[in-house]
């Protein structure tokens, strides 16, 4: 049976201790063990689903869980095929499940056993297929195995949260089931998926099956492991970008009490595209981290700048921004619809135009990269909050030699992610330390080097200009952005093009005007760049809703008018974009806002929208602004993320979602000075508290029942400018550089 | 003992000192039981919690004291373990999460947070609940302000289910009397 061919996965059956039923996947072996239909005994299974003889469900959870939820809600998708009862679920985290294929692997395919495991890109429609038919054969079984035992044909039996259940009102549990039908052959066929209108769990509540865990205090995150004996490593890198060694002096950093051994890591090649370590560094072991942070306190050591970059900073990034703004000679044409400069020329003078400014941003997950490492030469344990576990195995892989099946990768929740996972660097120099150190180690970073040492959203300066005929309609759109390109020697990127993650063509309002440009200028800067949650959708949302709102003000349209015309008739533009799911969460913003009644006590309302990739979300805030305190009185959040798997967790995160990226927008941002970021801790970059935060997020969530989509970006993008329409509302400053406040009090 | 890296070394107390006490050592009281530190008397005590005793519920966020991540109560009162070298903590009363729930029940701080399902990646949770434990000894009915005046830092944004999970045990049937 192969219901997963195309990636060489197949779903097996065995018997497990103390007459327990196994569902699990396994890919083809190269050992020639037969597939169909064999059962294996329980250790050669990594079980997916476990039935024991007590009727506890126990379901493996594939993904990383960064606060996502992912862990809830996949096996939802198990317990709700099994129709388990989901208080009596237990779930257990799997390791990175690497195994050996004859196709060709690739990192989210059949290199990995259980599918699937990164952080991210994980709800989507293949997700749903697997996860469900895992607990639809392990449902399947034990519906064999009760027929046998009353001697009924098995299509009149049904189940129900733990039951198989005969139609005359007999019932056996899926415990006592659970050994016979362990001793079945899986279907021929796959069995057929539920109809929607049967689900029981899913759409349903469901808390975080780690809260109990988390509120004792016993979560253990990578950075809580303690492996062995390790020593505890802290790394001090050099402060500039692509920097070397100059000179390093240990001798009183190694005297310190504790400390065992101070370890030199080289830094990337030059120019060479971007694969492992971040930075050259010096690291220091210890007993324990207290000592190796007072021996990282000892050390002497300066550093040379990579020439390139040495004078690297904000206001010449800023000022290189603008003129390239100024010419668009050498720029890169990302989308031209129509004959924008026509449209400029007829349109004289009714044109408008703006420039936004968006700083670099850092991750700052809460818990900063660590990582704790064990490497022999035929072994390697590591255990570490990731966001890609494959993209981690291989780079042991080439770091250490080990082979990839023994590399054996343990995946606790991570405190946080925002992206910053995406990259195992952290990974990279724990390998080189403890294989250097010939013992298990812990790699520790501190919010220093959390802040110094990341890979920061891009900064960039949007221009948009707008054209208008007499009756005061849109007829041009121009967006063209002076920006640090993501690709920062990624190599993982190098196929993209320069513009990716900071300007989308297909973005809103690509595709509703006639005559519509968008151009991109690079912006060299020696800075380490990457993905940040909202990516181009964030980055480009800023602009592009702060800019209609403009628009309507200028005009003397209401901003909610403006954006449903625009948006016209409900139809699939294109695919992942129907303009009436975008409208609809207009229309629920709006409605919930009260936007018809604007308060007329010095607060003001803001709206934007956003949409991509099927999922669409509009925020309203309701703000003021006294004495030196932004207040945000209301905040409402519209989504439309297609078919809602866990009503409680889509509620969290489109909440979380937003309020990052209010923090982001109001406070934070990286700012380079002499080559160097200038940001050290929280002081210097200071993140959303709860005394201003909202007291709630109004979130109001559309089920249409359409394929789930992922919608964190989505919804991290129209969160700001929605915010920053509000704050022109309440104050008719308009802020045009992030991070708002300080700009909008430099403007009062 | 197969290695089981996720296998935790329980926290046992070192018997008490008698002949061996030397001058550095700090007699300390980390939830209810006795502990004697002989290593640099400098070291803060969230190191000395994490490493030493594997009490891991104090979490490293910033280690100067502005994230809150590491929040322990010292004699009822919420504190930065970052902070406190363990020296100053001879004879003084610890709590950290690992203490807070009773034998039998949770404190009602940690049902409420379950109940609210404020826990987002969850690193911060142990840190604010201590804050609000502390808030709540010293006003078990706290306001708006009270709630607004709390500093620790959650990156995932998860203080409107916090508030919620704050008010709720404030509430709760008995808790006044705390």
């Known amino acids: 049976m192969s219901f997963d061919a195309s990636r060489r996965r197949f779903l097996v059956v065995g018997a497990g201790a103390a007459g327990a039923l196994l569902v699990g996947w396994r890919a083809q072996a190269q050992d020639g063990l037969p597939y169909l239909g064999a059962r294996f005994q329980a250790q050669q299974l990594t079980d997916f689903v476990r039935i024991e003889a007590d009727g506890t469900v126990v379901i493996g959870a594939r993904g990383c869980e960064v606060g996502q939820g992912v862990k809830t809600d996949l096996p939802m998708l198990i317990a709700e095929e099994l129709d388990a009862d989901w208080s009596r679920v237990r779930v257990e985290q799997l390791p990175y499940g690497y195994i050996e294929t004859n196709s060709g692997e690739t990192d989210s395919g059949p290199g990995n056993r259980y599918g699937n495991q990164g952080a991210g890109g994980d709800g989507g429609p293949a997700a749903w297929k697997q996860q469900r038919q895992a607990g639809a054969v392990a449902r399947w079984l034990l519906v064999q195995a009760a027929a046998q035992q009353w001697n009924l044909d098995a299509t009149t039996l049904g189940t129900e949260a733990g039951f198989v259940i005969a139609a005359d009102g007999r019932k056996l549990a899926y415990g006592e089931l659970a050994a016979s039908a362990a001793t079945l052959d899986a279907p021929a066929n796959p069995p057929p998926l539920k109809d929607p209108s049967q689900f029981r769990i899913i759409g349903k509540p469901a808390r975080s099956v780690d809260a109990r865990e988390v509120v004792l205090g016993r979560t253990e995150y990578g950075i809580d492991s303690y492996l062995g004996n390790a020593l505890v490593a802290v790394i001090v890198r050099c402060p500039y970008p692509g920097g070397t060694l100059d000179t390093l002096d240990d001798t009183q950093a190694r005297q310190v009490t504790g400390v065992h051994r101070t370890i030199v890591l080289p830094g990337p090649k030059p120019d060479a595209p971007f694969d492992g370590v971040l930075a050259t560094g010096v690291a220091v072991l210890a007993d324990d981290t207290w000592s190796a942070l007072r021996g990282r306190d000892k050390l002497k050591v300066a550093w040379k700048p990579d020439p390139a970059w040495a004078k690297d900073s904000s206001a010449a990034l800023e000022a290189k921004a603008n003129a390239l703004l100024d010419d668009d000679a050498s720029a890169t044409v990302v989308r031209n619809d129509g004959d924008f400069a026509k449209a400029r020329k007829q349109a004289q003078p009714r044109t408008l135009s703006a420039r936004y400014q968006l700083p670099f941003l850092a991750h700052v997950t809460a818990e900063p990269p660590s990582a704790t490492m064990t490497v022999t030469k035929d072994k390697v344990v590591l255990i570490a909050g990731l966001h890609d576990p494959a993209g981690a195995s291989h780079l042991l892989h080439a770091i250490t030699g080990v082979p990839r099946e023994a590399i054996d990768i343990r995946l606790p929740r991570a405190g946080g992610d925002l992206g910053r996972r995406l990259h195992n660097d952290f990974i990279a120099e724990a390998a080189l330390v403890a294989k250097e150190a010939g013992k298990p180690v812990k790699l520790v970073w501190l919010r220093e080097d959390d802040l110094q040492h990341d890979f920061y959203r891009p900064f960039g300066v949007h221009e948009l200009t707008a054209t208008l005929d007499r009756k005061q309609h849109l007829t041009g759109w121009s967006h063209r952005v002076a920006a640090t390109p993501r690709n920062w020697r990624d190599s993982r990127l190098a196929g993209k093009p320069i513009f990716a993650g900071l300007l989308d063509a297909d973005a809103f309002p690509a595709g509703l005007l006639p005559n519509l440009q968008q151009l991109f200028h690079a912006l060299p800067c020696g800075l380490p760049r990457g993905e940040l949650r909202g990516g181009a959708d964030a980055f480009q949302a800023f602009a592009t809703q702060c800019f209609l709102d403009e628009i309507a003000v200028a005009t003397h349209q209401d901003p909610v008018v403006l954006r449903m015309d625009l948006l016209g008739a409900p139809r699939m533009l294109r695919p992942g974009f129907d303009t009436g799911r975008l409208a609809g969460v207009l229309r629920i913003a709006a409605g919930k806002i009260d936007w018809q009644h604007k308060p007329k006590n010095g607060h003001g309302l803001g709206i934007a929208c956003h949409a991509g990739n099927g999922a669409y979300a509009a925020h309203a805030f309701e703000v003021s602004v006294s004495g030196n305190d932004l207040v945000i009185h209301r905040a409402v959040c519209a989504v439309d993320a297609g078919r809602t798997l866990n009503p409680l967790n889509l509620e969290a995160q489109a909440a979380n979602t937003t309020l990052a990226a209010v923090s982001a927008a109001l406070h934070e941002a990286i700012t380079l000075k002499n080559g160097q970021v200038q940001q050290r801790n929280f002081p210097d970059y200071p993140l959303l508290r709860m005394g201003q935060s909202p007291h709630s997020v109004e979130v109001y969530s559309v089920d249409t029942g359409a394929d789930p989509a992922s919608m964190d970006d989505i919804v991290a993008a129209s969160a700001a400018p929605a915010l920053a329409n509000a704050v022109y509302a309440a104050t008719t400053v308009r802020v045009r550089k992030l991070p708002l406040l300080p700009e909008l009090l430099r403007l009062l | ?178």
């Not at chain 2, 000192?17 to 039981?33: D, F, H, Q, R, W």
């Open chain 2, 1 to 178: 003992m197969p290695d089981n890296p996720f296998r935790r070394t329980e926290p046992k107390p070192v018997p008490p000192i008698a002949a061996s006490a030397s001058e550095k050592t700090v007699p300390l009281t980390i939830n209810g039981k006795s502990f004697f530190h002989n290593g640099d008397p400098d070291m803060p005590l969230l190191w000395y919690l994490r490493d030493v005793l594997r009490l891991t519920g104090a979490k490293y966020g910033c280690g100067i004291g502005a994230c809150g991540a590491c929040t322990v109560l010292v004699d009822g009162k919420a504190e930065h373990a970052c902070m406190l070298p363990v020296k100053g903590l001879a004879h003084r009363d610890i709590v950290t999460i690992e203490g807070l729930a009773g034998k039998d029940a949770l404190h009602a701080l940690q049902e409420a947070w379950i109940a609210e399902d404020a826990i987002g990646c969850g690193y911060c949770q142990p840190g604010q609940i201590m804050a609000a434990a502390a808030l709540l000894k010293l006003k078990p009915h706290p306001d708006d302000a009270d709630i607004d005046a709390l500093t620790n830092l959650c990156r995932c944004g998860t203080y409107p289910r916090i508030r919620a999970a704050i008010a709720r045990a404030a509430n709760a049937p008995g808790e006044a009397k705390k």
